[in-house]
Every structure is written in C-alpha cells, then in structure tokens.
C-alpha cells in the first residue's frame, strides 16, 4: 500500500523526512486528474509561485483637441476653409490651420447645416467660433431635414481620417460627432441625431421639429439642446419639441431682451448670430470632454439658464430636464 503524503506550501521540509528510512513520494495532482510522483529525496524545495498574469498594454487615452477656454471669444486656432468638397463637392470644411500633430489628441468633428436658401460660408461667427476652439467643422451644402447629407458628410469624413494620403489622417474623433445647424439645419443636425449611432449630441439654433414630437423619439439617453430667439417663429416649434415626450437630457435656451429688429427682439437668426457661445460650449462639454460646463446649462445660476449675453444685450433663459441620474458616456 502507497502512503502518500498531500504536501502543503511548504511542508515538505518540516516533517523530516531526510531522516526517514522509508522512502515516500510526493504526489501532484493535476487539474485534468493525471498525477505526477516525485522522489522526496531528489527535491529540495517546494514553493507555491503565483503566475504573473500578461500585462496587456493599456490602449493610450484620445483626448480632444481644444484652444482656449472661454466659448464668449475666439480660440487660439486660425481658420482654415477648403470651398467645394466633401461628399457632393458642394460643402465647406473650415478647420485649425495647424492640425494636432500628436497620435492622442485629436479633433473632435461637428456637422453644420446652414438654413432654408442659405448657404455654406453664410455664418462667420458661428465657424469662426467653433474651429478656433480646435473643432473640424463641415458645413452642408444644403439641409432637407431629413439626416441624410449630415450623414452623408460623416460617412466621408470618417475615409478621410482613415486614408493615409488625407491631412485628417488619424486626426479626427469620428466615433462622437456633434450636429449642429441653424432653422431647417437644426431638422437636419436632430434627424441625424436620432438615426446615427455616431452622433452623440446635436444642438439646434432657431428650430425644433415641426411636428413637435422627433426629441421624444431618443431612448438612449443622448443629450441635445435647442438654442432660440424670444421672437423667432421657430418658437412655437422649439418649446413644442422640448414639451412632448421627452426622456433624453435635454436643454431649452432662449435669448431675451434682444434689439427690436421687426421681430420684437431676438429672432430667427439669433442662434447662430448672437449665441454662438451656447453652442460652443455646449460642443466643448459633450463633445470636448470639459464636464464642468453641466453647471453652465443644469443649475438655475447656470450661464445659459439665467445669465447675461456677453457681448449683447439681454439675458439667457434657460430649462433643463432628465439630467438627474444621466451619466457622461
């Protein structure tokens, strides 16, 4: 009969047994129930090493490029504008003349859609704005509301930063892009928002769904924002679309206490002309990564709920709703 000894860390040792006269043998049981014998005799230690698992390399953090840090002023880029491309050759792409040279930080990408007979090239402050505080922005050449050319735009952004004859080359942030656009441009950025999974976040100037209901038809919790005019006649749709369903965080933010233009005050061209900051902003909060700018647009004290226009006259007023348990993703 075998007398078999289950040795422990290190009992081997301990019990002596160079100073047996019975020769025994240490068993190691193995896990696919086969068994290995060793003479007691041959071995001198026994330790239990715990294997160092592989390290896997950790994939390097992407930050977003981004100049300045106050969305009332200009950034620090210059911009640059190529007339007459993307993917019907009709858009602007306006972006910093000096593109990120560094593989971890790159350019977060917004989407803009210009307004019923306007025009890419038609809304200086609001690009000027944007790609001087680091964005890559392509301007529509025109917005049917429907999604498709904002997508359409994407679609060739994203073979642009994966060619690598492109300047964009490995330079742009293509899975969180930001829509944006002024009147029939607002239908257009909120219709992508709501088909495309890579549009994170749209924010609409003087607009809102003419039926009153596409903000309620988002259930994954992606934010948006409606930035209009006291006068405008997009009102009616902006409050309506905020109003009706919505379970997204949202932001509803009107300038007041504007110039009576013979709108009463500030009107359909609000956003783009007047609050370009809101929307700046906003793009540097979900698009930019800067979580501190919640305060600005979710607190009643918040800069875009009740603060002043900098560089205008009149005030914010601003509403906010669904942010309570909303997570940055």
Not at 93 to 118: A, F, M, R, T
Not at 216 to 242: C, F, L
Not at 285 to 298: L, M, N, P
Not at 302 to 314: D, L, P, T, V
Request: glycine content about 14%; proline content about 5%.
């Amino acid at each position: 009969m075998k007398k078999i000894f289950i040795l422990l860390a290190a009992g081997l040792f301990s019990m002596g047994v160079s100073a047996q006269t019975t020769t025994y043998k240490m068993r190691v049981l193995k896990t696919d129930g086969t068994e290995v014998f060793y003479q007691t005799a041959d071995v001198q230690q026994v330790d239990f090493i715990e294997e160092e698992e592989q390290q896997q390399q950790e994939e390097p953090t992407i930050k977003v490029f981004l100049s300045g840090d106050n969305p009332n002023k200009d950034g620090q880029c210059r911009v640059q504008t190529d007339r007459y491309t993307g993917p019907d050759g009709q858009c602007f792409l306006n972006y910093p003349s000096q593109l990120s040279n560094d593989p971890n930080v790159k350019h977060g990408v917004i989407i803009w859609g210009p307004g019923g007979g306007e025009k890419p090239g038609n809304y200086p402050n609001m690009i000027n704005r944007l790609v001087s505080h680091g964005f890559v922005v392509l301007e529509l050449k025109e917005s049917p509301g429907s999604g498709d050319p904002a997508i359409a735009a994407i679609n060739w952004l994203e073979k642009e930063n994966g060619n690598p004859s492109s300047k964009f080359y490995n330079k742009l942030i293509m899975d969180r892009v930001g829509c944006a656009g002024h009147s029939m441009g607002g239908l257009e950025s909120e219709q992508a928002w709501l088909r495309d999974s890579r549009v994170y976040t749209a924010c609409l100037n003087n607009s809102g769904d003419l039926n009153r209901s596409a903000m309620g038809k988002m259930k994954d919790g992606k934010p948006i924002a409606i930035v209009y005019g006291e006068a405008g006649m997009e009102r009616p749709n902006a409050e309506g679309d905020y109003n009706n369903g919505v379970s997204c965080p949202a932001c509803l933010i009107m300038l007041t206490g504007g110039p009576d233009q013979g709108e009463g005050g500030y009107g359909h061209g609000s956003g783009p002309w007047t609050g370009h900051a809101a929307t700046c902003a906003w793009m540097r909060w979900h698009i930019g990564h800067e979580s501190f700018r919640k305060d600005d647009f979710t607190t009643p004290n918040g800069e875009f709920i009740s603060g002043y226009i900098s560089g205008a006259q009149g005030k914010w007023s601003g509403k906010y709703k669904n942010w309570e348990n909303w997570e940055e993703k």
